[in-house]
């Protein structure tokens, strides 16, 4: 099955820094999303994002998908970005997007 | 917004009694998953709907795990009988596939299970 790599595993920033997460997977996809689990464990979605560049705020991400990895862009992070950031990606035919399947996450730690 | 909805929030039951775990999935979402979270594991599907018809059931242990909807605002998971190894957090999630341009999945808040 495909499989999804994330680094780096933990990221400690002070607030008001950048950062930059990676997603590397190892097969075609056309399913491809970021999602946030906060300190509370509630998992939001960041991006629907199979292919191109989307920003949201201070948030954006690109996906190259003939190269098999996404970005995801933090800038002037805030305590609240706190959390754990999960890529996920699925391939779909058939009429069906298939089922996600998860990396294991980079856990970011912002600082005030 | 529209909101995945579970229940319960949290659940503490004993080793050998069955669980039921309730998922309320947006109105028009076509496609629910279930998905269980444990710090070994992460992140596991356990069962897919599509339109109502269970499309992936590959990952849960068919032996004390059930899925089904019942209609398409119900989707519900039981465990029966229940082990400690059970011991998670349960999240459903739904999402459109008909959508062209934007197919992500909102999940719901979970349910903690602790299983004594």
């Known amino acids: 099955g495909i499989q999804v790599e994330q680094s780096p595993p933990d990221l400690i920033l002070q607030e008001g820094a950048n950062s930059t997460l990676r997603c590397n997977f190892s097969?075609?996809?056309?399913?491809l999303q970021w999602f946030h689990q906060n300190p509370w464990g509630q998992l939001i979605n960041l991006f629907y994002?199979?292919?191109g560049t989307k920003q949201n705020g201070r948030l954006s991400a690109t996906t190259v998908a003939t190269e098999r990895y996404s970005l995801l862009y933090i800038s002037s992070s805030q305590t609240t970005d706190s959390g754990v950031y999960f890529c996920?990606?699925?391939?779909?035919?058939?009429?069906?997007?298939?089922?996600?399947?998860f990396g294991k996450g980079t856990k970011l730690s912002v600082k005030p | 917004d529209a909101r995945v909805t579970q229940t319960p929030r949290d659940k503490v039951t004993e080793m050998g009694q069955e669980v039921t775990m309730r998922c309320q999935p947006i109105?028009?979402?076509?496609?629910v998953f279930w998905y269980r979270q444990t710090m070994m594991q992460g992140l596991e599907l356990l069962a897919y709907?599509?339109?109502?018809?269970?499309?992936?059931d590959s990952g849960m242990p068919k032996d004390r795990f059930s899925a089904e909807m019942p209609d398409a605002t119900l989707a519900t998971l039981k465990i029966q009988p229940s082990e400690p190894r059970d011991s998670a957090v349960y999240f459903c999630a739904s999402a459109n596939d008909r959508s062209q341009t934007n197919y992500g999945y909102t999940f719901g808040s979970g349910t903690r299970l602790t299983v004594v």
């Open positions: 709907f599509r339109n109502r018809a269970p499309l992936d």
């Open positions: 996920a990606v699925s391939l779909f035919y058939g009429g069906s997007q298939g089922n996600l399947i």
């Open positions: 994002i199979p292919s």
């Open positions: 097969d075609s996809v056309n399913n």
């Open positions: 109105l028009g979402h076509n496609t």
